[in-house]
């Protein structure tokens, strides 16, 4: 099935992922990074299962516009899995219970590292497998089989893209119906992973695994169009830390305007109105709120 190539931008809260919603993106993404950053911790798997859990469960909620409307699909982040293969499977079912549309888990040791760092360190490709093979069977044993486990190998910058494809490849047969390639470095690289995707098998389905393009800032790619990513068989691309980095230049802005002049007045142009604000959240003050 041609289902085009999504863009997912990263909602690291409720009202993010309203304002995600309202500009009509067809789905939202959750971010470890961004998750961890907006809790005042660096993304090295600090957090718990049930912390992501709970940011998952916020963005799905926030993302209905409207009584009885439907949520964004959700992908999240998972990192590498809370902990071995039993882990992995709970993973599953709290993100599923949580609403989130599927998941992805990485192949490094942990504590992880940001995937456009150097000094990354994988797990053994077999290892990796088997907790996608866990994944996978979990999502079977609900009653959601079309939740997607996406499987992310950061191989391309530890050992090199023949090991990243080689991976991938393995993932998929483990049951990863999608596949994340961290960290490569240009548009030819994206070209070969995707073309090397198109002879790869997910188990259980006989056909090719969908593809993920990470578009975070200021690491080792550089910004792609989503029409480029879909010319060359891309069907998701994440945006993930994106509207955190956004929002976070502005607070700083106004703090340093405050801290200074002792008033946030010069910056009331560029701040969100009380209108404005409660006309995302779907609000009209002394009128009950409850379209959830």
Same mark, same amino acid.
């Given at each position: 099935?041609?289902?085009?190539?999504?863009?997912?931008?990263?909602?690291?809260? &409720?009202?993010?992922?309203?304002?995600?919603?309202? =500009?009509?993106?067809?789905?939202?993404?959750?971010?470890?990074?961004?998750?961890?950053?907006?809790?005042?911790?660096? +993304?090295?798997?600090?957090?718990?299962?049930?912390?992501?859990?709970?940011?998952?469960?916020?963005?799905?909620?926030?993302?209905?516009?409207? #009584?009885?409307?439907?949520?964004?699909?959700?992908?999240? +982040?998972?990192?590498?899995?809370? &902990?071995?293969?039993?882990?992995?499977?709970?993973?599953?079912?709290?993100?599923?219970?949580?609403?989130?549309?599927?998941?992805?888990?990485?192949?490094?040791?942990?504590?992880?590292?940001?995937?456009?760092?150097?000094?990354?360190?994988?797990?053994?490709?077999?290892?990796?497998?088997?907790?996608?093979?866990?994944?996978?069977?979990?999502?079977?044993?609900?009653?959601?089989? =079309?939740?997607?486990?996406?499987?992310?190998?950061?191989?391309?910058?530890?050992?090199?893209?023949?090991?990243?494809?080689?991976?991938?490849?393995?993932?998929?047969?483990? &049951?990863?119906?999608?596949?994340?390639?961290? &960290?490569?470095? +240009?548009?030819?690289?994206?070209?070969?992973?995707?073309?090397?995707?198109?002879? #790869?098998?997910?188990?259980?389905?006989?056909?090719?695994?969908?593809?993920?393009?990470?578009?975070?800032?200021?690491?080792?790619?550089?910004?792609?169009?989503?029409?480029?990513?879909?010319?060359?068989?891309? =069907?998701?691309?994440?945006?993930?830390?994106?509207?955190?980095?956004?929002?976070?230049?502005?607070?700083?802005?106004?703090?340093?305007?405050?801290?200074?002049?002792?008033?946030?007045?010069?910056?009331?142009?560029?701040?969100?109105?009380?209108?404005?604000?409660?006309?995302?959240?779907?609000?009209?003050?002394?009128?009950?709120?409850?379209?959830?």
């Amino acid at each position: 099935m041609d289902v085009g190539c999504v863009m997912a931008p990263g909602a690291f809260n &409720g009202l993010t992922a309203r304002a995600v919603a309202r =500009h009509g993106f067809q789905a939202a993404y959750v971010s470890g990074a961004a998750t961890s950053a907006a809790a005042g911790v660096p +993304d090295v798997g600090l957090l718990t299962l049930d912390r992501f859990a709970a940011a998952v469960r916020e963005v799905v909620d926030g993302s209905k516009l409207s #009584a009885g409307a439907p949520a964004l699909p959700v992908i999240a +982040d998972a990192d590498t899995g809370f &902990g071995e293969e039993e882990m992995t499977r709970r993973t599953v079912v709290e993100y599923q219970h949580a609403g989130a549309a599927g998941l992805h888990l990485e192949d490094q040791v942990f504590p992880k590292r940001c995937g456009h760092l150097d000094g990354k360190t994988l797990i053994p490709a077999e290892q990796a497998a088997s907790r996608i093979e866990w994944a996978a069977q979990a999502a079977r044993d609900t009653s959601d089989p =079309h939740f997607i486990i996406c499987a992310r190998t950061d191989a391309r910058g530890v050992s090199g893209m023949d090991d990243a494809i080689e991976r991938a490849t393995l993932y998929a047969k483990a &049951g990863a119906s999608m596949i994340f390639p961290e &960290g490569l470095n +240009d548009e030819s690289e994206f070209e070969t992973f995707a073309e090397a995707m198109r002879n #790869a098998t997910v188990a259980d389905t006989g056909r090719p695994p969908y593809v993920l393009a990470n578009m975070t800032e200021f690491g080792k790619t550089p910004m792609i169009p989503r029409d480029r990513f879909a010319e060359i068989g891309y =069907h998701l691309v994440i945006f993930p830390v994106s509207t955190l980095r956004i929002a976070m230049k502005a607070v700083d802005g106004l703090l340093e305007t405050l801290a200074a002049e002792g008033t946030v007045e010069p910056t009331l142009g560029r701040m969100q109105t009380r209108a404005e604000l409660y006309d995302l959240l779907g609000y009209t003050p002394g009128e009950p709120w409850s379209f959830r």
